[in-house]
């Protein structure tokens, strides 16, 4: 082949090795539209990840000294706890007789073990620290007016779903520490009203030693094994999933309120 040739070829064997102008790219991601206003809102619209957030964002919305970047970054750990904790359930098992010795196997046998328990539990103070600091700058920044008051009530629940993660993580290592932590909170529930059978208001609802809110969560009148299991199906799967789904819908109502909220 000649030099010539061999020039004129190049830019189509370019075109062939990029992989954004790909025909497989192209089918999956669709993008490669003219560069208009309107093509790029089609772009967000049309991509199942992209489509949540907002297809214009306020200038301001961008600066970290506005949003301190703590939503996202919440939701980033939530991410990094839900790997470790799949890792974790690899080497864990809700038995009572098996719970403890299977965090000292992940402590002190387990390759990384301790990394990734230590890590996981890290990353959970990191998510309650950085939710309430969230939820603070949402707050200063007025960010929970019209028409913004449902999100605003969203957030409020998952900021109380994180506590009741980090609550139930408690109890699975069958600890003293965990124990007796489940044991202060079951006392407060027995205490609450309406739902607690020694709280105020109690015999309005009928609510007894065997059927008031504390029974339904450690499954019975003591703490011991169904309580454990309990505790694990609530901070492994239950809640995971419910905090997902509420995430999804905060993010969805980002985009239908405008997007990031303007200054007070």
């Given at each position: 082949m000649k030099i010539p040739d061999l020039k004129k070829k190049l830019p189509d064997l370019k075109k062939k090795l990029m992989v954004s102008v790909n025909e497989i790219w192209r089918t999956v991601f669709r993008h490669g539209f003219k560069d208009t206003p309107?093509?790029?809102?089609?772009?967000?619209?049309?991509?199942?990840?992209?489509?949540?957030?907002p297809t214009q964002v306020r200038e301001h919305g961008t600066k970290i000294r506005f949003t301190w970047c703590m939503g996202g970054i919440t939701f980033f750990v939530f991410l990094f706890e839900l790997v470790t904790g799949i890792l974790l359930m690899y080497y864990y098992t809700p038995d009572v007789n098996k719970a403890y010795a299977d965090i000292a196997d992940l402590m002190y046998v387990v390759p990384y073990g301790r990394l990734l328990r230590n890590t996981h539990r890290w990353g959970a103070h990191a998510m309650v620290i950085t939710v309430?600091?969230?939820?603070?700058?949402?707050?200063?920044?007025g960010s929970y007016k019209a028409p913004r008051q449902f999100n605003w009530v969203i957030g409020v629940l998952l900021l109380l779903l994180t506590f009741l993660l980090s609550f139930t993580g408690y109890l699975l290592p069958w600890d003293q520490l965990g124990y007796w932590a489940i044991t202060v909170g079951m006392n407060m529930g027995r205490a609450t009203p309406f739902l607690g059978y020694?709280?105020?208001?109690?015999n309005l609802l009928g609510m007894t030693i065997n059927n008031?809110?504390?029974?339904?969560l450690i499954g019975g009148t003591t703490i011991g094994a169904p309580a454990l299991l309990r505790a694990y199906v609530w901070h492994c799967v239950?809640?995971?999933?419910?905090?997902?789904?509420?995430?999804?819908?905060?993010?969805w109502r980002i985009r239908k309120d405008g997007g990031i909220s303007g200054r007070l």
């Open positions: 309107r093509n790029r809102a089609l772009i967000i619209i049309s991509n199942v990840w992209l489509h949540l957030h309430s600091i969230h939820m603070l700058r949402v707050f200063l920044s020694e709280g105020p208001f109690a008031d809110i504390r029974f339904a239950a809640i995971p999933l419910i905090a997902a789904a509420l995430m999804m819908i905060h993010f």
